[in-house]
């Protein structure tokens, strides 16, 4: 079945299936391949982009429930300004160690600020925990939301 | 400053991680196909509104009516959903903390950049080829209840009691109850969770006849 998806303000046609994880079609179909698959049951949060500006888990976000909504994913996540103050943050910081969560982090970061303009650390617990990082660099993720937060301030 | 991994419940994401590799391993390794398990039997059967017109006191077979819906009440398909410490949801059937660490907040359905959206749709969501989740649970609306409503912990009487309350029920009349517990479509989704979990006792229609026939009675609580 043939689907129109807005990605990153493009329109794509895609031939899948109703069921195929918008993660597959984002990789394997328009071939962007920035969203990275982690776990497969949205229990890591690699695979996080947007969905009409709200955070989603796009592994287990079939291409018939994604509609009309716009998607966004960490290729154009700079173009908004709160990707972009996340995007300066992370490279100010030396966030990314290992790298392969961090596409996912970052769009759980820069929903999380785009919400809450002076997050806490436990607002920033609330909201990154289903963002799992293998290498630990959590310290290093919430001091980078903080001053992403507080140029926006 | 406390870690974000210190709000990950370590043990369960080792024995998580433990359990994605033993099922990679499996797939790869057997090429076995599995054999689909005969359904168990309930153990725990709704019974009927008649099975307590036997009782000759009224108050006593309404205390019986509420016990018995109580089954659905008490399932972990229900009070998964009705936490009452904090804004937590529980999962499984053993209730433990939902993973990943989700606050619903006082909406109900997330905050701050994190909704419960982010992984639950309008309808649960089969997930084919996964081995560790069959399914992901979803509803429309998907969403904890109020903190009022809040059941873990609490007797049957103390649930009864605040069902009862409209206080703390949402502004409900029994006659609302009563609707609510026979017709609401999250209420019904625990009887259709989705692939990898056991459904509340009965059905819906029979857990709302005893609502109905405990409200006919008098509405008593059990102690």
Not at chain 1, 29 to 48: R, S
Not at chain 1, 98 to 105: A, D, M, R
Not at chain 2, 10 to 35: I, M, N, P, T
Not at chain 2, 121 to 136: E, P, Q, V, W
């Amino acid at each position: 079945m043939v689907y129109s998806v807005n990605v990153n303000g493009v329109r794509h046609e895609v031939d899948v299936d109703p069921d195929t994880p918008l993660l597959w079609v984002l990789r394997d179909v328009i071939g962007l391949t920035g969203t990275k698959f982690g776990c497969g049951v949205a229990m890591c949060g690699a695979c996080t982009v947007h969905l009409n500006g709200l955070a989603v888990r796009s592994c287990i976000t079939q291409i018939q429930d994604v509609g009309s909504a716009e998607v966004m994913t960490v290729e154009s996540i700079g173009e908004t300004a709160e990707g972009r103050r996340v995007q300066k943050a992370w490279l100010e910081l030396d966030v990314v160690q290992c790298g392969y969560c961090q596409s996912g982090q970052i769009m759980s970061a820069a929903a999380l600020i785009a919400t809450n303009s002076k997050p806490s650390d436990e607002d920033i617990d609330a909201v990154m925990a289903g963002n799992i990082c293998r290498c630990g660099t959590y310290p290093r993720i919430r001091a980078a939301i903080k001053r992403a937060a507080a140029e926006g301030i | 400053m406390r870690s974000l991994l210190a709000r990950f419940p370590r043990a369960g994401f080792a024995s998580l991680a433990a359990g994605v590799l033993s099922a990679a391993l499996l797939s790869f390794g057997s090429g076995a196909v599995d054999k689909p398990a005969a359904p168990a039997p309930d153990p725990r059967p709704l019974q009927g509104v008649a099975s307590f017109q036997s009782v000759s006191d009224k108050a006593e077979r309404s205390r019986a009516l509420f016990t018995e819906a109580a089954k659905v009440i008490t399932d972990p398909r229900c009070m998964n959903c009705h936490p009452s410490a904090n804004r937590v949801p529980t999962q499984g059937d053993d209730m433990h903390p939902h993973v990943p660490f989700i606050n619903a907040g006082d909406s109900g359905i997330g905050s701050g950049g994190l909704s419960c959206g982010a992984c639950h749709r309008a309808d649960n969501t089969t997930l084919a080829g996964a081995r560790l989740i069959k399914s992901i649970p979803g509803a429309n609306p998907w969403l904890l209840a109020p903190h009022s409503m809040g059941w873990q912990g609490l007797t049957l009487g103390e649930i009864c009691g605040q069902l009862k309350d409209p206080g703390r029920n949402g502004g409900r009349t029994l006659s609302d109850i009563r609707r609510h517990m026979s017709e609401d479509h999250l209420v019904g989704w625990a009887w259709h969770p989705g692939e990898g979990r056991r459904p509340a006792p009965g059905t819906q229609q029979a857990f709302g006849a005893l609502i109905s026939a405990w409200i006919e009675t008098g509405a008593e609580c059990p102690s």
